[in-house]
């Protein structure tokens, strides 16, 4: 089932999903409320290794399932900015197109490097994807 079909469900999504995989070590991820079908997700999921992510979606219950409107992802090794994805679209950029506007910016000139993000929607909860490429990256270290 997709946690996105309603707000509660997203929200005992987000708080339940922590203790499900061992990898995270800590969580400080809130859904604040903002009316009966807005929200937004803030805060960050701490791995080992000083690795983090830090999140921020806008999110959208007005129909059935919800939507994710807009996001932030920021991956960091202690004080070092890794990569990060965002919602931002740059139609004049041929090379994003195929996950339009899905992307992410990578070094080496990360703030204009950027590269599609197959792996992110709006339709369904990007935790999931986001934590197994951090986890991968970990073990892979």
Known sequence: ?????????????????????????????????????????????????????????????????GQIKGYGYEVWRGNELLYWYDSQPHPDDPTLASTDPHHKHVPPDIKHHRVPAPGLSFDAPNLPFLIAEIESMHTSD
């Open 1 to 65: 089932m997709n946690p996105l079909q309603s707000l509660p469900d997203y929200e005992q999504f987000i708080y339940t999903f922590p203790q499900q995989k061992g990898f995270i070590l800590r969580s400080t991820l809130v859904v604040v409320r903002r009316g009966t079908t807005i929200a937004v997700l803030n805060g960050e999921l701490e791995f080992a290794g000083g690795l983090r992510l830090l999140v921020r979606e806008k999110l959208s219950f007005a129909h059935a399932p």
